[in-house]
T-cell receptor
Framework: DGGITQSPKYLFRKEGQNVTLSCEQN?????MYWYRQDPGQGLRLIYY???????QKGDIAEGYSVSREKKESFPLTVTSAQKNPTAFYLC?????????FGPGTRLTVL | AQSVTQPDIHITVSEGASLELRCNYS??????LFWYVQSPGQGLQLLLK??????LVQGIKGFEAEFKRSQSSFNLRKPSVHWSDAAEYFC?????????????FGTGTQLKVEL
């Protein structure tokens, strides 16, 4: 089955630690995206990548980093510089105009 | 910059009643418009999309939406709501950039269905 997988579903980390969220897709999509979701704020774009080895900052990139070494993978690192990292993180991919979303990772920083 | 407003944070309807969720957008050119649905703790599922052409768009699960350029609106409708429609609904406007698109989302409308 084609789709987007995100792992883990739940992630707990201590304050000050970096953490990497995984996103893999087998849809052969060129573009991939990371969003952050907080209650009452909708989804906000963190980073996006249109091709391998290239990515752009979204609206709230501070405290996050990404890489795009393979077409299928777009991992997101939440660094210790992110002041309020507890949130639900969603990965998406698209071929042209329509984005498909993964199931999300809920990150809790203790 | 593009923006999306969903003025209703929460809506409660009785099962079998009709539903309309409001969405207003701000975008300089012809917009690409989307409605997504999200169940608790899950990802987003696309309900329908508007790119061009017929302004009344049919989607999955019996939903439809109408694009009204003069009102900058893209309201989602369903003639008869089922209990399983209880979820959060997001309207989004898309900006095409090269090989992909950037979506700007509204803050969502939480739908509760009373049995």
């Amino acid at each position: 089955d084609g789709g987007i997988t995100q792992s883990p579903k739940y992630l707990f980390r201590k304050e000050g630690q970096n953490v990497t969220l995984s996103c893999e897709q087998n849809l052969n999509h060129d573009a991939m995206y990371w969003y952050r979701q907080d209650p009452g704020q909708g989804l906000r774009l963190i980073y996006y990548s249109q091709i391998v080895n290239d990515f752009q900052k979204g609206d709230i990139a501070e405290g996050y980093s990404v890489s795009r070494e393979k077409k299928e993978s777009f991992p997101l690192t939440v660094t210790s510089a992110q002041k309020n990292p507890t949130a639900f993180y969603l990965c998406a991919s698209s071929l042209v105009n329509e984005q498909f979303f993964g199931p999300g990772t809920r990150l809790t920083v203790l | 910059a593009q923006s999306v407003t969903q003025p209703d944070i929460h809506i409660t309807v009785s099962e079998g009643a009709s539903l309309e969720l409001r969405c207003n957008y701000s975008y300089g050119a012809t917009p690409y418009l989307f409605w997504y649905v999200q169940s608790p703790g899950q990802g987003l599922q696309l309900l329908l999309k508007y790119f061009s052409g017929d302004t009344l768009v049919q989607g999955i699960k019996g939903f439809e939406a109408e694009f009204k350029r003069s009102q900058s609106s893209f309201n989602l409708r369903k003639p008869s709501v089922h209990w399983s429609d209880a979820a959060e609904y997001f309207c989004a406007v898309g900006e095409v950039t090269g090989g992909g698109n950037k979506l700007t989302f509204g803050t969502g409308t939480q739908l509760k269905v009373e049995l």
